[in-house]
């Protein structure tokens, strides 16, 4: 069976790889990391943990919508399929430094 498993994925063209893994913190007003590099056309698993409150990181284009509070980490696995800069939100309401917590995602 395995074989046979291996000489379809030859014969299609597919691959299987292990998504990247990029973690991701959120606290009141920042993500740390706040700028995140990716590969178009490579899988990642995206985590976003708490060390506060209830965060959430928001990207439509990329179809990332995750929520974390602290102590329940929560993750998404995507595959960028075109490149550019986008600017993640924490789509949460946090506190008055709320509108200024972004993340940027470069797809090269």
Avoid: W
Wanted: hydrophobic content about 40%; aromatic content about 6%.
């Amino acid at each position: 069976m395995k074989i046979l498993t291996l000489l379809l994925l030859l014969f299609t063209g597919e691959t299987t790889t292990t998504p990247q893994a990029v973690e991701i913190t959120a606290k009141r007003f920042e993500f740390a990391p706040n700028v995140v590099h990716l590969k178009k056309g490579e899988p990642v698993t995206i985590t976003l943990t708490s060390s506060d409150k209830s965060h959430g990181l928001f990207l439509k284009p990329l179809q990332i919508d995750i929520d974390a509070a602290e102590g329940r980490p929560d993750s998404v696995t995507i595959t960028p399929t075109v490149a550019g800069t986008f600017h993640a939100i924490c789509d949460h309401y946090c506190g008055s430094g709320h509108g200024n917590m972004k993340l940027t995602i470069v797809v090269e």
